[in-house]
């Protein structure tokens, strides 16, 4: 016998999503988890959540090919980020490589669709 109430998640239209705060969140809550934790995997469950999660909104806002850049850009940032830590530090190396992440899909993904948009330099 059905209730009417609906149970389970329901996720955001995937073309109502700020990408960019979820690439901060999953570069910058994965490490975070990992740290914390001191469950290398975990941290990993947050970072590819956060992908999959931005990854859905690239493709239905600007197709396969902007998604593959900034999906390579996500994981590429995040692989490059444990050699450069060994050079500048942890947290300089993940705020490094999260700022550049989170400004390409700003840039490619919110911006196209008036989520995101650069400060006026004469205000």
Known sequence: MSTGKRTGMTLKPAGEVSTAPVVATGLIGGWLTARETGIRPLGGVVL?????YAGRTWLARRGPATTAVL?????LGFGL???LAKKV???PAVLTV?????GAAALLSDAAYGEWTPADPDA
């Open 89 to 91: 530090g942890a947290w």
């Open 71 to 75: 999906g390579a850009t996500y994981v």
């Open 48 to 52: 590819a959540a956060a992908g999959l």
């Open 98 to 102: 999260t700022g550049v992440a989170a």
């Open 81 to 83: 980020s444990h050699p």
